[in-house]
């Protein structure tokens, strides 16, 4: 991180508590009753003017800050902090109007226009102008401001906008191209172009993988995966330096997305260029709702490095943009902002503070909902507010770390659910979060952890798909198993370098002699195909022929049916202290909690829960707090955890110094 600084106030630590506050969608005298009920609920600071463009500067050049020096005032009179917007998340009418080659273009050169949000290229000179002028006039206006508190550049970076394939685009991604490969016949040696005849000889014949006629070529796709998340970086780091230069003793931050399938934006890359890490989380519906919950706010507070973090938006209840929207169930709102507590933020807020009457989100929930304070909704909101206040006290105590990690690395997302692969079934996120629900079913803590984090912390190490395996970084996993450390992967692992050039000589490629075994061929499954394992196990998607090619090499599972049958399916290595292990198909978390169970055996890691409270909580520790999260609808008895009371309620959350 460029700095671990936290907000700007005064006062002893506390949890910080609120939302985003839209004051330009009410009339001026509902203000006053905002910050009136703010106070009432315990907010004690809010995020402002994230989508006020068009209201700060009407046409251009003239702006209009009477209404925000307005509510920056009142908020600051009612003690009442402010993470302030820099506006810049969607361009007003005028803009677009004026230069409509700020709008994106997508895959098939359609122009995505103006209407809803985002609508602007990352790479546009035109816009970052306009942009980054509104920054620099409220970074001088604001600067000294008492009620400031952070800066938020822009508002969820990418979310509607980061595959643009533009003619701007085009010619950012060349210049990026120049700087990571320097020549063109290194460019054609790692995009393989000599395969159907793609060899460039100028770099004005390089454009995004726009659609062709066929496959575009896959090294084009990743490095666009990986341009397009660095150009959204860049223009990150624009207004960053901007606000710096105003306002040195400003901390800044943006909300990532750390959240379910959202994947163009390399986060663990992100974090150095803020001063802390803030996140956005929605849940989807599902039976391993609450666990991506918890697997989000783990990865979350590891790519922050463990110091704090924020929590700038999730929802008191029901969303607006699923399919079926349905609120949440009683004890839930606080359940789900106190596991996100637990896992290391330092503030908890919500999108957004009052419930608008129009617009787009009109039905997404909010502190303050369409029914008022006379209501169930607004109740939990004091009581939730009321218990972050007494939980002030382990402000900036880090999360304790665990002795097992999941490995979380965005380059093997991308790569691995690339086109022209051995089947498209396969889910990266999907198999990484099914590991983290059997560790959570066994009762044992895992850290969900970028691929930069130190491994040897920890005893057991997950690496679900590490599709993308470099030379350094299979020797660095090489000497984590040879240091006793156990590695455990699965199948598709290991194939290709960065490059997306796959290892020769037989898979799993470069962690092949690592894991002593060989395999000659993929073997993907049909939706319809399931293979049964000898340890009562059913694998889907994949299998692989697995052959060992170490006499050491032990077999935990083999296939028991079809073409595999008698075949390993699951293997352990040995290596002095360590071991390193494959699971070849995809068990789900209820097939690998068997799996893992037997593999912590070996590796002499074992849960501290009773046996009867296994998979029913989920335990976190942030210094001398210990966590417990139930599972469950229903209550539970969690006294040999050592609670002050006995029972924990369905969907309740204890948290007590241990």
């Given at each position: 991180?460029?700095s671990?600084?936290?907000?700007?106030?005064?006062?002893?630590?506390?949890?910080?508590?609120?939302?985003?506050?839209?004051?330009?969608?009410?009339?001026?005298?509902?203000?006053?009753?905002?910050?009136?009920?703010m106070?009432?609920?315990?907010?004690?600071?809010?995020?402002?003017?994230?989508?006020?463009?068009?209201?700060?500067?009407?046409?251009?050049?003239?702006?209009?800050?009477?209404?925000?020096?307005?509510?920056?005032?009142?908020?600051?009179?009612?003690?009442?902090?402010?993470?302030?917007?820099?506006?810049?998340?969607?361009?007003?009418?005028?803009?677009?109007?004026?230069?409509?080659?700020?709008?994106?273009?997508?895959?098939?050169?359609?122009?995505?226009?103006?209407?809803?949000?985002?609508?602007?290229?990352?790479?546009?000179?035109?816009?970052?102008?306009?942009?980054?002028?509104?920054?620099?006039?409220?970074?001088?206006?604001?600067?000294?401001?008492?009620a400031?508190?952070?800066?938020?550049?822009?508002?969820?970076?990418?979310?509607?906008?980061?595959?643009?394939?533009?003619?701007?685009a085009?010619?950012?991604?060349?210049?990026?191209?120049?700087?990571?490969?320097?020549?063109?016949?290194?460019?054609?040696?790692?995009?393989?172009?000599?395969?159907?005849?793609q060899r460039?000889?100028?770099?004005?014949?390089?454009?995004?993988?726009?659609?062709?006629?066929?496959h575009?070529?896959?090294?084009?796709?990743?490095?666009?995966?990986?341009?397009?998340?660095?150009?959204?970086?860049?223009?990150?780091?624009?207004?960053?330096?901007?606000?710096?230069?105003?306002?040195?003793?400003?901390?800044?931050?943006?909300?990532?997305?750390?959240?379910?399938?959202?994947?163009?934006?390399?986060?663990?890359?992100?974090?150095?260029?803020?001063?802390?890490?803030?996140?956005?989380?929605?849940?989807?519906?599902?039976?391993?709702?609450?666990?991506?919950?918890?697997?989000?706010?783990?990865?979350?507070?590891?790519?922050?490095?463990?110091?704090?973090?924020?929590?700038?938006?999730?929802s008191?209840?029901?969303?607006?943009w699923?399919?079926?929207?349905?609120?949440?169930?009683?004890?839930?709102?606080?359940?789900?902002?106190?596991?996100?507590?637990?896992?290391?933020?330092?503030?908890?807020?919500?999108?957004?503070?009052?419930?608008s009457?129009?617009?787009?989100?009109?039905?997404?929930?909010?502190?303050?909902?369409?029914?008022?304070t006379?209501?169930?909704?607004?109740?939990?909101?004091?009581?939730?507010?009321?218990?972050?206040?007494?939980?002030?006290?382990?402000?900036?105590?880090?999360?304790?770390?665990?002795?097992?990690?999941?490995?979380f690395?965005?380059?093997?997302?991308?790569?691995?659910?690339?086109?022209?692969?051995?089947?498209?079934?396969?889910?990266?996120?999907?198999?990484?979060?099914?590991?983290?629900?059997?560790?959570?079913?066994?009762?044992?803590?895992?850290?969900?952890?970028?691929?930069?984090?130190?491994?040897?912390d920890?005893?057991?190490?997950?690496?679900?798909?590490?599709?993308?395996?470099?030379?350094?970084?299979?020797?660095?996993?090489?000497?984590?198993?040879?240091?006793?450390?156990?590695?455990?992967?699965?199948?598709?692992?290991?194939?290709?370098?960065?490059?997306?050039?796959?290892?020769?000589?037989?898979?799993?490629?470069?962690?092949?002699?690592?894991?002593g075994?060989?395999?000659?061929?993929?073997?993907?499954?049909?939706?319809?195909?399931?293979?049964?394992?000898?340890?009562?196990?059913?694998?889907?998607?994949?299998?692989?022929?697995?052959?060992?090619?170490?006499?050491?090499?032990?077999?935990?599972?083999?296939?028991?049916?079809?073409?595999?049958?008698?075949?390993?399916?699951?293997?352990?290595?040995?290596?002095?202290?360590?071991?390193?292990?494959?699971?070849?198909?995809?068990?789900?978390?209820?097939?690998?909690?068997?799996?893992?169970?037997?593999?912590?055996?070996?590796?002499?890691?074992?849960?501290?829960?009773?046996?009867a409270?296994?998979?029913?909580?989920?335990?976190a520790?942030?210094?001398?707090?210990?966590?417990?999260?139930?599972?469950?609808?229903?209550?539970?008895?969690?006294?040999?955890?050592?609670?002050?009371?006995?029972?924990?309620?369905?969907?309740?959350?204890?948290?007590?110094?241990?």
């Amino acid at each position: 991180m460029s700095s671990p600084r936290w907000l700007r106030r005064d006062g002893a630590p506390r949890l910080e508590f609120g939302a985003d506050y839209n004051p330009d969608q009410w009339p001026r005298d509902v203000w006053d009753s905002d910050v009136r009920h703010m106070r009432e609920a315990g907010v004690t600071i809010v995020s402002l003017a994230i989508f006020s463009w068009a209201k700060l500067e009407p046409a251009d050049g003239e702006f209009d800050f009477a209404w925000l020096d307005d509510a920056m005032d009142l908020l600051h009179a009612n003690g009442i902090l402010v993470d302030l917007a820099t506006a810049t998340a969607s361009p007003p009418p005028w803009l677009t109007a004026a230069h409509p080659s700020i709008l994106p273009v997508d895959r098939l050169g359609h122009t995505i226009w103006p209407g809803g949000r985002q609508q602007w290229r990352p790479t546009s000179p035109i816009f970052r102008r306009y942009a980054l002028r509104l920054v620099s006039v409220l970074a001088e206006r604001y600067r000294d401001h008492p009620a400031l508190a952070a800066w938020h550049v822009s508002n969820e970076l990418g979310c509607h906008n980061i595959y643009d394939y533009s003619d701007d685009a085009a010619a950012a991604f060349r210049g990026w191209l120049r700087d990571r490969y320097v020549t063109l016949d290194e460019l054609n040696d790692a995009w393989g172009t000599a395969f159907w005849a793609q060899r460039y000889t100028d770099w004005a014949e390089i454009i995004p993988p726009r659609l062709a006629a066929t496959h575009p070529n896959p090294g084009q796709q990743l490095d666009f995966k990986r341009f397009s998340s660095d150009a959204l970086k860049q223009y990150l780091v624009e207004e960053r330096t901007i606000l710096r230069a105003a306002t040195p003793d400003v901390p800044i931050t943006t909300n990532f997305m750390v959240m379910g399938e959202t994947k163009g934006m390399d986060y663990a890359d992100w974090a150095s260029e803020v001063d802390f890490v803030s996140n956005d989380h929605y849940r989807q519906p599902g039976p391993q709702s609450l666990d991506e919950l918890s697997f989000s706010a783990n990865l979350t507070g590891n790519i922050a490095g463990g110091r704090p973090w924020f929590l700038m938006e999730h929802s008191t209840s029901a969303v607006n943009w699923q399919p079926i929207n349905v609120p949440k169930k009683p004890g839930e709102l606080a359940r789900d902002s106190l596991l996100h507590v637990a896992h290391g933020a330092d503030a908890v807020c919500f999108f957004q503070w009052r419930q608008s009457r129009a617009g787009a989100e009109k039905y997404h929930s909010a502190m303050l909902p369409h029914a008022g304070t006379d209501s169930d909704l607004f109740r939990a909101v004091k009581s939730l507010g009321d218990r972050l206040t007494s939980l002030s006290s382990l402000a900036g105590t880090p999360r304790t770390r665990a002795r097992a990690a999941i490995v979380f690395d965005w380059p093997s997302w991308w790569a691995s659910e690339l086109d022209s692969h051995p089947t498209d079934r396969l889910r990266y996120r999907q198999e990484a979060l099914d590991w983290y629900t059997a560790f959570l079913d066994l009762g044992v803590r895992a850290d969900v952890v970028p691929l930069s984090a130190p491994l040897e912390d920890y005893d057991v190490v997950v690496a679900p798909i590490l599709h993308v395996v470099p030379a350094d970084l299979a020797k660095r996993l090489d000497a984590y198993v040879s240091a006793g450390g156990h590695l455990v992967t699965t199948y598709f692992s290991g194939i290709v370098d960065e490059h997306d050039h796959v290892w020769l000589g037989g898979y799993p490629g470069a962690l092949r002699d690592l894991l002593g075994i060989r395999i000659e061929e993929f073997a993907p499954l049909l939706d319809d195909e399931s293979a049964a394992l000898s340890n009562g196990t059913v694998g889907t998607v994949w299998t692989d022929r697995i052959d060992l090619t170490d006499e050491s090499t032990e077999v935990l599972a083999s296939y028991d049916s079809g073409e595999m049958s008698g075949r390993p399916a699951v293997t352990r290595r040995p290596v002095g202290n360590g071991s390193a292990a494959y699971v070849s198909t995809r068990l789900g978390a209820t097939g690998l909690t068997p799996v893992l169970s037997t593999l912590l055996d070996r590796a002499n890691l074992h849960s501290d829960l009773p046996v009867a409270l296994r998979g029913q909580v989920e335990v976190a520790q942030r210094g001398d707090f210990r966590f417990v999260v139930n599972r469950t609808d229903n209550p539970l008895d969690i006294t040999e955890l050592g609670a002050p009371e006995p029972t924990l309620a369905a969907r309740g959350v204890a948290v007590f110094r241990a």
